[in-house]
């Protein structure tokens, strides 16, 4: 047993770390002192030009910190290299002013992103979807899936049972909306093209044929948020024009190139998706389902990152302010089991991006090649998933089993909110 009850401390924020020199009794102006140099950074800046990555290396290791560039940096002087910078918060601290007194503009830019990271992710505004004004940071908010589809993955799609546009379909539409917004769904997802790996694409008019008497229903009897999951303009404008109050686009706006000028137009919000879906490296198991295989990435989180961040730029210069942009990395859209694991292990590193983030990780195949187990024994590893993207940073969930996973964000919320 350890005479002095030693042990390690972890994720260790600015308030935690206060709080842990209080609990010993440590003078208020030390703290204040002590806080920055108890916070650790890993930095990585990526295509920082030889000259000014071999400045910056020297100027962090003598501030007492590290730095890792590539090893072909000292090879010429015309090539970039990427940066991995390891220090405290008071090295970076005293790193951003050097920075600044170098003639370097790209070190300048550099300091000035540093001092903007070290600031944290500022909240986004508050967000009105239709009945529902989401305040980012306070809690996290259940989007419900509606599938009013014959072939959903999950096999919960309403059409397999129902004809397309029915007042059957359209009944049953309602009473599983009805239970979903009873156990707490703040948002419901109204899809009726499955996104499964290998669906074949649906024309836009079966497509309208079932989504719009539902959600002209929807928002007529209840008083909820509805959002269209599609990536066509036509659709999208319909849907809206029927009562949707947002846009879920699993292609991030590039397919349908005319989807950002109705988004735009009818100052809706947006989710927009990363995906790198390819029919060719999908594989489906009779079981299990459809799953993608080989899909390469230069760099995991940073592509994932770069191309969300080409996304919002793009549906900002279309006209779609930035406070009503969602962003959602796309869990197993182009992924493989392996990648999509460590994309939501390391999912607060989205948070940079400075956007409101939605993550679905219901019943998906990676949970089942992970557990070995079809899509209706995998509530305990949606719920899984579901608590370990709320801790890293997701806004909204988007989710089956409305009930257990409130339950599971409402718990998880009890711990993670706290922490701020």
Same mark, same amino acid.
């Given at each position: 047993?350890?005479?002095? @009850?030693?042990?390690?401390?972890?994720?260790?924020?600015?308030?935690?770390?206060?709080?842990?020199?209080?609990?010993?009794?440590?003078?208020?102006?030390? +703290?204040?002192?002590?806080?920055?140099?108890?916070?650790?950074?890993?930095?990585?800046?990526?295509? +920082?030009?030889?000259?000014?990555?071999?400045?910056?290396?020297?100027?962090?290791?003598?501030?007492?910190?590290?730095?890792?560039?590539?090893?072909?940096? *000292?090879?010429?002087?015309?090539?970039?290299?990427?940066?991995?910078?390891?220090?405290? #918060?008071?090295?970076?601290?005293?790193?951003?002013?050097?920075?600044?007194?170098?003639?370097?503009?790209? /070190?300048?830019?550099?300091?000035?992103?540093?001092?903007?990271?070290?600031?944290?992710?500022?909240?986004?505004?508050?967000?009105? =979807?239709?009945?529902?004004?989401?305040?980012?940071?306070?809690?996290?908010?259940?989007?419900? $899936?509606?599938?009013?589809?014959?072939?959903?993955?999950?096999?919960?799609? /309403?059409?397999?049972?129902?004809?397309?546009?029915?007042?059957?379909?359209?009944?049953?539409?309602?009473?599983?909306?009805?239970?979903?917004?009873?156990?707490?769904?703040?948002?419901? &997802?109204?899809?009726?093209?499955?996104?499964?790996?290998?669906?074949?694409?649906?024309?836009?008019?079966?497509?309208?044929?079932?989504? =719009?008497?539902?959600?002209?229903?929807? !928002?007529?009897?209840?008083?909820?948020?509805?959002?269209?999951?599609? *990536?066509?303009?036509?659709?999208?404008?319909?849907?809206?024009?029927?009562?949707?109050?947002? =846009?879920?686009?699993?292609?991030?706006?590039?397919?349908?190139?005319?989807?950002?000028?109705?988004?735009?137009?009818?100052?809706?919000?947006?989710?927009?998706?990363? @995906?790198?879906?390819?029919?060719?490296?999908?594989? =489906?198991?009779?079981?299990?389902?459809?799953?993608?295989?080989?899909?390469?990435?230069?760099?995991?989180?940073?592509? +994932?990152?770069?191309?969300?961040?080409?996304?919002?730029?793009? !549906?900002?210069?279309?006209? $779609?302010?930035? #406070?009503?942009?969602?962003?959602?990395?796309?869990?197993?859209?182009?992924?493989?089991?392996?990648? @999509?694991?460590?994309?939501?292990?390391?999912?607060?590193?989205?948070?940079?991006?400075?956007?409101?983030?939605?993550?679905?990780?219901?019943?998906?195949?990676?949970?089942?090649?992970?557990?070995?187990?079809?899509?209706?024994?995998?509530?305990?590893? %949606?719920?899984?998933?579901?608590?370990?993207? $709320?801790?890293?940073? !997701?806004? $909204?969930?988007?989710?089956?089993?409305?009930?257990?996973?409130?339950?599971?964000?409402?718990? %998880? &919320?009890?711990?993670?909110?706290?922490?701020?």
């Amino acid at each position: 047993m350890s005479a002095f @009850n030693t042990r390690s401390l972890s994720r260790l924020d600015a308030g935690s770390l206060a709080a842990e020199m209080a609990a010993i009794d440590v003078d208020a102006p030390g +703290v204040r002192i002590m806080v920055p140099k108890g916070r650790f950074h890993a930095v990585r800046l990526d295509g +920082v030009p030889y000259a000014a990555a071999s400045i910056l290396k020297q100027e962090m290791l003598s501030k007492g910190g590290e730095a890792a560039v590539g090893r072909n940096i *000292y090879k010429g002087q015309g090539g970039k290299s990427g940066v991995l910078l390891l220090g405290t #918060e008071a090295q970076y601290r005293r790193l951003i002013p050097k920075l600044r007194q170098q003639p370097m503009r790209s /070190l300048h830019t550099i300091a000035g992103e540093l001092e903007a990271l070290l600031a944290g992710p500022s909240l986004p505004p508050p967000l009105t =979807v239709g009945p529902l004004t989401c305040r980012w940071g306070e809690r996290t908010y259940v989007m419900g $899936i509606l599938n009013v589809t014959p072939d959903s993955f999950s096999g919960d799609g /309403l059409a397999a049972a129902f004809e397309a546009g029915s007042p059957a379909l359209v009944e049953a539409a309602l009473r599983q909306a009805r239970r979903m917004v009873a156990e707490g769904a703040d948002i419901l &997802d109204v899809g009726g093209e499955s996104t499964r790996p290998g669906a074949t694409p649906l024309p836009a008019e079966e497509e309208l044929r079932r989504v =719009v008497p539902v959600i002209a229903r929807l !928002a007529k009897e209840l008083p909820v948020a509805i959002s269209i999951d599609t *990536y066509k303009a036509t659709v999208a404008e319909a849907a809206l024009d029927a009562g949707a109050h947002m =846009v879920n686009d699993v292609w991030a706006l590039g397919r349908d190139h005319e989807l950002a000028g109705v988004v735009a137009r009818r100052q809706a919000p947006v989710i927009l998706m990363h @995906n790198r879906s390819r029919p060719a490296e999908a594989t =489906v198991d009779a079981q299990l389902g459809g799953r993608y295989q080989g899909t390469e990435y230069h760099d995991l989180l940073g592509d +994932v990152i770069a191309e969300l961040r080409g996304s919002a730029e793009a !549906a900002q210069a279309a006209g $779609i302010a930035r #406070e009503r942009i969602i962003v959602d990395p796309g869990i197993g859209f182009g992924k493989t089991v392996q990648q @999509n694991l460590r994309l939501i292990d390391r999912l607060a590193e989205l948070r940079s991006l400075g956007y409101p983030l939605l993550i679905g990780t219901s019943r998906k195949s990676f949970t089942g090649y992970t557990l070995k187990l079809p899509p209706d024994q995998r509530v305990e590893g %949606t719920a899984a998933s579901v608590a370990l993207a $709320i801790d890293r940073g !997701a806004d $909204i969930v988007r989710v089956h089993d409305v009930q257990a996973m409130v339950r599971v964000a409402r718990l %998880t &919320d009890a711990v993670v909110r706290r922490r701020g």
